[in-house]
């Protein structure tokens, strides 16, 4: 038997001129192939979306393999003669510890960064977490948009190539906004679908918006 590559679901099935319009290939390349954020609907204005404790975690991990290394590399070597030499060696490892350090910073605050649609401010934005009592303008913030503007949300998928010695691949889910101009600004990219469409369907009804899932694929088989 021979396959065919599998069939989406049909644009024109959402029953909206914009659906035809807009882009349904990934608006993100990449993501991971396990949850990294979960929706909080905090009040009746407020929904974020906020990191799962694995995804969390990443930092911790990158910055502990990084500070791991000189450390486990000089037991080694006092194990093995009693005495640690400042060389070219340990200036590596001391080099490489600097590098993850400073790495697990910029994951951590990717990891944190705040992903808020508010109806009190009337925007969806990413980036930095409103302080209460000092003054913040989410328009100024890189990722943002006028909820008002959002006309759909969109999710997709993406195959994604896990590298390594295995070079598996996996599912990425994309959730996507889609705004009254066409263009799409994502939300979330993650590899569980399940979460996904709950936290999608619990968005949708927030912001009163239809969803478009183009999730559901099956490949085509012929008898031969």
Request: charged share 20%; hydrophobic share 45%.
């Amino acid at each position: 038997m021979l396959s065919k590559p599998e069939v989406l679901v049909d644009p024109a099935t959402f029953n909206d001129p914009l659906a035809i319009k807009t882009s349904w290939e990934s608006a993100k390349r990449g993501g991971a192939n396990f949850r990294t954020h979960e929706a909080v609907q905090v009040n009746g204005n407020r929904l974020e979306f906020r990191p799962t404790t694995i995804y969390s975690l990443v930092p911790y991990m990158v910055l502990f393999m990084g500070l791991g290394m000189p450390v486990f590399a000089g037991m080694i070597r006092y194990m093995n003669d009693k005495n640690l030499v400042f060389d070219k060696t340990m200036l590596l490892m001391i080099g490489i510890a600097v590098i993850f350090g400073g790495g697990s910073y910029f994951v951590f605050r990717a990891v944190r960064a705040a992903i808020v649609f508010d109806k009190s401010y009337g925007y969806f934005w990413k980036g930095k977490r409103d302080q209460q009592g000092q003054a913040f303008n989410p328009a100024e913030q890189k990722e943002s948009v006028r909820l008002s503007d959002i006309h759909a949300l969109q999710i997709i998928y993406e195959w994604v190539r896990s590298g390594g010695k295995n070079n598996t691949q996996y599912r990425s889910y994309e959730l996507n906004l889609v705004l009254s101009s066409g263009e799409r600004l994502n939300v979330i990219d993650h590899g569980n679908r399940a979460a996904l469409l709950i936290d999608a369907n619990m968005l949708a009804q927030f912001l009163s918006v239809p969803l478009w899932d183009r999730t559901e694929a099956k490949a085509v088989v012929l008898k031969c």
